[in-house]
């Protein structure tokens, strides 16, 4: 059943989507409608169906304003699901978004706000950034901030209710290397204060390592209040002929948690004509436990300080191939509709994570853009 | 050997900070492909499912918003 908040969200964002949209009417400004449906279903049981909506216009000829309305619907019977003695849950959040864009000179001005709910978790968050265009362009300086505040229930009972703040900064420079080559790299500070286990999960002690199957004792994980995470980023495109082009990216990714992660990213792009545009990509990205996980805890005569049974902070190996088409239709009148698709398949493997070495996952996206 | 790897690329990048390469010579830069027109919106989905199933977070991602912990 769909929550009180989820409605007023819809509501909201339909409304603000339609402002915009009969604002952009009168005043004849360039308009981005675009519609986007993600989904995907693993092999550990779970299923999101992601609807998302955005409108874009240009009231100003230096101003862009954004809305975006999304719905993630999730439901699954997964392993940790199971391990709490539930058989399934159905669950829906609901998100909407506004941005602003102010171009001065080769300066961008950014400003962000969202609210995403959920039957038991609310939060708030903004944003803003600044990018410097030098060199005529062929450099470019981004700095950027954000902040959220979170609240985190639990289904059911409202008396829990925990905060949880998340602030972050990142710098990036983005350079034209030569007229066939981009190049940029970034480093993102971000720290979480606050509740940051989930009420839901169980951790077993003298246990099977499964939940509180067979376990002396059971508590709800417990983990540090405070995470410090660091991001290193680098990213090169260069185009191999007309219409061919390679991309590379690699992220080294360390936290106070001792959770050090590297993700690496390639995509080959061919233009096969005018309008389309054809991709294919692969993402590879292997993570260390943090220094608190343990695939199993055994019952001695004192329960350590911090406990998760958190798949995300074990070692993991998670492998991405996926396609991904773009054609765009020229409808007359300066109006083009593109149409874009993207299938991935992606494996997760657990190394020590008990009762799953493993996940296989397909996804499909979908999406409709016109521009008037 | 990574780090090695990250310093050397990023050594690079510095190395050419504000180099010129001059509007009329970026045509090719500016073409589909290259500005990866495919990433935004297409790829928010899969960006969310990364955040939440790893236990890495930023640099390639977007910003999350709420749970959503699927």
């Known amino acids: ?372 | 050997m990574t780090r090695s790897v990250f310093v050397a690329l990023l050594l690079i990048l510095l190395s050419h900070g504000c180099a010129t390469v001059a509007p009329y010579q970026r045509e090719r830069l500016a073409q589909r492909d290259m500005t990866d027109a495919a990433s935004g919106e297409l790829r928010v989905g899969e960006a969310h499912t990364d955040a939440y199933r790893e236990g890495a977070h930023g640099g390639l991602d977007t910003t999350i918003g709420g749970c959503g912990c699927n």
């Open chain 1, 1 to 372: 059943m769909r929550s009180r908040s989820s409605r007023r969200v819809t509501h909201l964002a339909c409304s603000a989507a339609l402002l915009v949209w009969l604002h952009a009417s009168v005043s004849t400004a360039d308009v981005i409608g675009s519609t986007t449906a993600y989904v995907r279903t693993d092999s550990d049981h779970t299923t999101v169906i992601s609807p998302r909506l955005r409108v874009d216009v240009t009231p100003l000829a230096d101003t862009r304003v954004a809305v975006v309305y999304a719905v993630d619907v999730w439901s699954s019977a997964s392993i940790d699901i199971r391990a709490s003695a539930t058989q399934r849950v159905t669950e829906r959040r609901d998100e909407i978004g506004v941005s602003i864009d102010q171009t001065l000179s080769n300066i961008t001005l950014s400003g962000r706000y969202r609210f995403s709910t959920e039957v038991d978790y609310t939060s708030h968050g903004g944003s803003g950034a600044l990018r410097y265009a030098l060199a005529d362009g062929a450099t470019v300086l981004s700095a950027s901030g954000d902040a959220s505040r979170d609240v985190v229930g639990r289904a059911g009972d409202p008396s829990i209710a925990r905060g949880l703040q998340r602030y972050g900064a990142r710098l990036s420079l983005e350079q034209a290397l030569d007229p066939n080559t981009l190049m940029s790299g970034g480093y993102e500070l971000g720290v979480l204060s606050g509740y940051q286990a989930s009420p839901y999960r169980f951790v077993g002690f003298g246990g099977d390592g499964l939940g509180c199957q067979g376990a002396l004792v059971c508590l709800t994980e417990h983990v540090p209040d405070l995470r410090v995470r660091h991001a290193f980023t680098l990213q090169a495109r260069r185009a191999l002929s007309r219409v061919t082009s390679i991309g590379l990216g690699y992220r080294f990714y360390v936290d106070d948690w001792a959770l050090a992660a590297h993700t690496m990213h390639a995509s080959l792009a061919w233009l096969p004509d005018h309008h389309s545009t054809l991709s294919l990509r692969l993402r590879a990205h292997t993570q260390s436990a943090a220094s608190l996980y343990r695939s199993r805890y055994a019952l001695t005569q004192q329960i350590p300080v911090h406990y998760s049974r958190d798949r995300e902070l074990s070692s993991l190996v998670t492998l991405r191939a996926g396609i991904d088409y773009v054609r765009t239709f020229d409808l007359g009148a300066d109006v083009t509709l593109t149409l874009s698709s993207a299938a991935a398949v992606a494996l997760y493997r657990y190394a020590e994570f008990v009762g799953l070495n493993q996940v296989r996952a397909l996804e499909v996206t979908a999406m409709a853009e016109v521009r008037l």
